[in-house]
């Protein structure tokens, strides 16, 4: 059998400042994400599963790093690079935001906390914001400074989550703190930003570090008090946020898809008086029903190997699009995936088939939610 390969570690990544507690937790996968490691697995994805859903998983999320814009035109910059209404955002509030390109292509889709009335912060997806706001702050003349400052996101997530936070910070603080509400506290000398808000629907909680150096004494903090909730590591998971359709941005969309397709709608104001980068383009489309494709739910029929590729997908031996991921659901019990189709054919029940690296397979189009209706 060819062996595995293995990612090199190296400096010219970034490492996390919760990286030496990941190792020493038993971290055994990581990806790349915004030019740094973050952590994949624990070795042991059924535990992980069952402690992000029955108690509480922490997660060093410190690659959904932070671009922040401040000074008298940041809302206003703010606005122009956030396809959904950042003018009413208000400080202590977050919006889960998608930025677009001029062609309405989603370039990002982060979720964007208003610290202050002219001070935003980013927390971005996996692509190169910080580039893009400098750019189009520089080519605007926007009064504003674009800088990553030292931010450390740290996640809590599952359905202990809320009375761990409880234990950290005060009942009175976790009872009033209302979903993508976030506050600056001090957890006995560390300094964070506390969000309710994460990539999971089972609750919780992201911690922004403020100081990058006590990476280690916030994750021996949040573990110690864990340790009665049932808490231990994990990592965003694939496995429960296809089954609750949260996006995962460069896997679920390829670079011409637009928010619409990735089933963002909702979080798009098209209707805004204030504009936005590829609010024109986006109008256009959707007036023109060029939003030809969405990302659709799919259910197989049997087993199928990882997704490391996007898979063909064909209908009658026609190529209608592809299957670009898919895992085991231990809530359905089968193998769901995600599949980035033409809209004309994308309706439940439609069958389909799947071209996976060891052969041919067959799915059908689920509802959306998964789970909604029996086919
Ligand atoms: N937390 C933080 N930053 C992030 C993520 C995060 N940056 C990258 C990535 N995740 C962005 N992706 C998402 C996707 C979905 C949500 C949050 C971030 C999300 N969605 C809810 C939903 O779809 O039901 C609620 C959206 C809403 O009501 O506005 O929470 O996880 N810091």
Not at 127 to 148: H, I, M, N, P, T
Not at 161 to 180: H, R, Y
Not at 290 to 311: K, L, M, Q, S, Y
Not at 350 to 364: E, K, N
Request: aromatic share 8%; glycine share 10%.
């Amino acid at each position: 059998m060819t062996p595995t390969p293995r990612i090199a570690i190296g400096s010219r990544v970034r490492k996390s400042p919760f990286w030496n507690a990941t190792i020493a937790a038993g971290a055994t996968e990581f990806t790349v994400y915004n030019h740094m490691y973050m952590p994949t697995s624990y070795g042991d994805p059924e535990a992980e599963y069952r402690r992000l859903t029955e108690t509480v998983a922490i997660w060093d999320v410190a690659a959904e790093r932070q671009v922040e814009i401040a000074g008298p035109d940041a809302r206003d910059l703010t606005q122009r690079l956030c396809a959904r209404d950042i003018m009413s955002c208000q400080p202590g509030r977050a919006r889960y935001a998608p930025m677009c390109d001029h062609e309405g292509h989603l370039i990002n889709d982060p979720v964007v906390l208003c610290l202050d009335n002219d001070r935003f912060w980013f927390s971005i997806a996996d692509s190169d914001v910080l580039l893009w706001a400098k750019a189009v702050a520089g080519e605007r003349g926007a009064d504003v400074d674009v800088f990553e400052p030292d931010v450390s996101p740290l996640a809590v997530q599952g359905p202990h989550a809320a009375a761990l936070a409880a234990d950290l910070f005060g009942p009175e603080l976790i009872g009033s703190l209302g979903m993508f509400h976030h506050t600056f506290v001090d957890l006995g000398g560390i300094p964070v930003v506390l969000c309710r808000s994460g990539w999971s629907k089972q609750g919780g909680f992201e911690m922004f570090l403020t100081d990058g150096s006590l990476g280690d004494e916030l994750w021996r903090r949040v573990t110690e008090a864990g340790e009665k909730h049932g808490l231990g590591p994990g990592t965003p998971n694939q496995q429960e946020r296809i089954e609750s359709g949260l996006l995962s941005f460069g896997s679920d969309t390829d670079p011409r898809t637009d928010p619409i397709e990735a089933g963002l709608g909702a979080f798009v104001s098209l209707d805004m008086d204030h504009d936005f980068i590829g609010r024109d383009a986006l109008r256009s489309r959707m007036a023109d029903g060029t939003a030809r494709r969405v990302i659709v739910n799919v259910e197989f029929d049997g087993d199928t190997p990882r997704c490391e590729n996007p898979w063909d997908v064909s209908i009658d031996g026609h190529h209608v699009g592809r299957v670009r991921n898919a895992v085991w659901s231990p809530r359905m019990s089968k193998v769901i995936g995600l599949a980035l189709l033409p809209t004309a054919i994308a309706g439940p029940g439609t069958r389909l088939d799947v071209a996976t690296p060891d052969g041919q397979c067959t799915a059908r189009i689920s509802e959306t939610p998964f789970g909604t209706v029996q086919g």
